[in-house]
C-alpha cells in the first residue's frame, strides 16, 4: 500500500484526527533523538526528587545523582549510536 500525503506515518491508514505528520517522528534517528531528550528531561526529574528526599548526606546524593547522569547518558548514548549506523 502506497501512503499518500497526509497519511499517518506509522501505519498505512489515515492519519488520526488530531495529529499532524510532523508530530510523529518518522526515520530511525528521529526517533533515538526524541527518546534521548525525554530521557534527558526524566533523569532531571528524578535527580531533582532524590534530592528533596530528607535525612540524605551529602555523599548519598552523590551517588544518587552519578547513578541517574549514568544511566540517562548511557540511553542516550546508546540511541545516538543506533541512529547514526541505522539511520
Known amino acids: ?5 497526509g497519511d ?8 488520526h484526527p488530531g495529529f499532524t505528520s510532523n508530530v510523529i517522528p518518522v526515520s530511525r534517528s528521529d ?15 528524578v535527580i ?7 535525612g ?7 551517588v544518587e545523582w552519578v ?5 540517562a547518558f548511557g540511553v542516550y548514548i546508546y540511541g545516538l549510536r543506533s541512529g547514526v549506523t541505522d539511520g
Open 31 to 45: 526517533t533515538c533523538c526524541a527518546i534521548g531528550t525525554l530521557t534527558g528531561f526524566i533523569s532531571v526529574f
Open 67 to 71: 547513578t541517574v547522569a549514568t544511566i
Open 1 to 5: 500500500m502506497s501512503r499518500r500525503d
Open 48 to 54: 531533582c526528587s532524590l534530592a528533596l528526599v530528607g
Open 8 to 15: 499517518c506515518s506509522l501505519c498505512a491508514r489515515q492519519r
Open 56 to 62: 540524605q548526606g551529602h555523599v548519598a546524593l552523590g
